[in-house]
């Protein structure tokens, strides 16, 4: 199994490491102390070796962070996790709303003129510090860089991450290294840059077409990496984790220990491009010492990373037939099983990983298994333990959120299945998630249009209800990399334009606490929108759906959807039985031709 059970925090551990914490902070002078989730790399998901905010707070979800004054430590966390923060911390930490609370406010709340707040620099990025300090200058706040007080308390702290690097074929990556590097280093010269630093690990693994294995979920390589306007790259890694893809990289890259990374950035003639969104606060330091002109804009590798090229868009294509096929699987096995009553949520992570694997091309899973039954379904991060495995029951919901990595693709899938006679109002939140789906696939849109400007079709029929969802519509998807990859989303807060090649999810959601949850996800690809005849001459963007697995019929209330919804679950359900039918066995195809029967 890729997916574990056991308990990985505990909120008993908190208070007397919080009182450490407090200690050390009071020996360095510091009022206040930041403690965030991510790491050196700015990673969404960290290796174990970097779960700091988990140590101190039992905390285990993939955004937020805490702050530690002398009297009070509050856990910042969005709408994702108000319900799952609640039983994973003890009482001495306070969760905060947030970005409904500004970090800025909360902190000139509880603090007063003079007061000094730490700060990890690796761990935080050139723009939130620049924007924290504005804010709290006014106040007489100060913030202040220094060694990382959590490491030297963490007893038991896990080893870094020791896996190779390995080279990505160029059958899936579309597109050599060399061509990449050239492409990016004339963006440079023309810009008069003659370098850009590199810090994301994704960025740096699709530009030199390379993978690793330091974080569970994600195929990403932890490194540093200059790019020079010369298409030359220094590489930065962990002694022996670049030895077998030397060749791969041929002489244009060199690689070097990461120890080198900071002289190397002393070294640099300006202007250099830099990232404020995702590179750490210290590597501005580092050049700003070194008297090197900082020229700030988006990490090269951003945006030709989210646009997929022809090959991987046809991995993508492939890569869901595939995992398609094991969910429909899955959910004819379901389908049968759950009804008798002997299913628990972790049985049915199983048996999911089961059907993936049986493709024998499951390289992993694309995040930890989202498995809720009933009242667990309103977590919308929920993470199923031995502590909170629970049965399967007739009269509930049971929402799923899986994915998996493929060498040729990333999936990310959400159904949500009536078990047994569905609850009372499930049914009509239901339509409205899938209707605010079927908004979005449907959706055609002019070129420079954003995330967030879509973003509330999906919302529209629940707003109707006096209902809504507290997280983004869609994340953007890797190739074979990051299964949440910016800068594309769909999200009220987006304002990166879409185009051609993004890859996105698409799943809105509804969470009723203490009685069940609903999501239904699909991924999409941006396309150019097919001409209809009699419209303007105007260069239009569609989508095209690549998930291929059939939705609840018994959770649909027909008599609530639009002619062209209804036409639109036909057609969907019609591809799927077209797509998936040949890729499963005789009993699974009986169950799919029922469950892709038209409305």
Not at 466 to 472: K, N
Not at 570 to 580: F, R, S, V
């Amino acid at each position: 199994m890729f997916q574990t059970f056991e308990v990985t925090s505990r909120p008993e551990q908190g208070p007397p490491r919080l009182a450490a914490l407090r200690r050390a902070m009071v020996e360095q002078g510091l009022d206040t102390l930041i403690v965030p989730r991510e790491d050196a790399f700015q990673g969404e998901y960290v290796a174990p070796c970097d779960e700091r905010l988990k140590w101190l707070t039992g905390f285990t979800g993939s955004a937020g962070f805490a702050v530690v004054t002398r009297d009070v430590a509050g856990v910042f966390v969005d709408g994702r996790y108000r319900v799952q923060v609640c039983s994973q911390v003890a009482p001495e930490f306070t969760p905060v709303n947030w970005p409904e609370v500004n970090l800025a406010d909360w902190l000139t709340k509880h603090l007063t003129s003079g007061a000094v707040v730490g700060f990890d620099p690796w761990l935080h990025t050139v723009k939130a510090i620049a924007d924290l300090e504005a804010k709290l200058a006014p106040a007489g706040i100060t913030l202040r860089p220094g060694p990382n007080l959590i490491d030297p308390l963490w007893e038991d702290r896990p080893a870094p991450p020791k896996p190779p690097f390995s080279a990505y074929p160029i059958e899936n990556a579309g597109e050599p290294h060399a061509e990449k590097r050239a492409r990016l280093a004339k963006s440079l010269r023309d810009a008069g840059q003659p370098a850009a630093v590199l810090t994301l690990p994704d960025s740096i693994a699709w530009l030199l077409n390379i993978r690793g294995a330091d974080i569970e979920r994600n195929p990403v390589p932890q490194c540093y990496a200059i790019l020079y306007d010369d298409a030359k790259v220094l590489l930065f890694a962990h002694p022996g984790k670049t030895d077998v893809i030397v060749q791969h990289l041929g002489p244009d890259v060199t690689t070097h220990p990461i120890d080198q990374f900071e002289a190397a950035l002393a070294g640099l003639f300006g202007p250099v491009r830099l990232d404020p969104a995702s590179a750490p606060e210290a590597v501005r330091a580092i050049l700003e010492a070194a008297g090197t002109d900082i020229a700030r804009a988006q990490d090269p590798c951003s945006l030709p990373k989210a646009c997929k090229n022809p090959v991987e868009l046809e991995g993508a294509r492939a890569a869901h037939l595939r995992d398609g096929a094991a969910m429909v699987q899955f959910l004819a096995w379901l389908d049968a099983e759950a009804p008798k009553g002997g299913l628990t949520e972790i049985a049915v992570v199983e048996a999911l990983e089961g059907f993936r694997r049986a493709t024998n091309a499951l390289r992993d899973i694309s995040f930890e298994t989202i498995c809720g039954a009933g009242e667990h379904g309103a977590i919308v991060h929920y993470r199923v333990t031995e502590d909170t495995d629970r049965p399967v029951r007739n009269g509930e919901l049971l929402l799923v959120d899986s994915g998996g990595q493929y060498l040729d693709g990333t999936t990310d899938i959400t159904r949500t299945i009536a078990v047994g006679p569905p609850p009372e109002d499930a049914a009509e939140s239901y339509t409205a998630v899938l209707q605010g789906m079927i908004a979005i696939s449907r959706a055609r849109f002019p070129r420079g249009v954003t995330g967030g400007h879509l973003d509330s079709l999906a919302r529209f029929p629940l707003w109707t209800l006096g209902r809504d969802y507290d997280h983004g519509t869609g994340h953007g998807v890797g190739a074979y990399l990051s299964v949440h990859e910016g800068p594309q989303r769909l999200s009220r807060i987006s304002d990166v334009p879409l185009d051609e090649g993004m890859i996105l999810s698409n799943e809105p959601g509804y969470y009723r606490e203490g009685a069940f949850g609903i999501r239904i996800e699909n991924l999409i690809a941006v396309i150019a929108a097919p001409k209809i005849s009699g419209g303007d001459d105007r260069d239009m963007l569609a989508f095209e759906t690549l998930t291929w697995v059939p939705f609840d019929r018994r959770l649909i209330l027909t008599d609530r959807l639009s002619p062209q919804e209804r036409d639109w679950i036909n057609w969907y359900h019609a591809a799927t039985l077209q797509h998936i039918g040949p890729r499963v066995d005789d009993a699974t195809l009986i169950w799919l031709t029922q469950a892709c029967a038209a409305l």
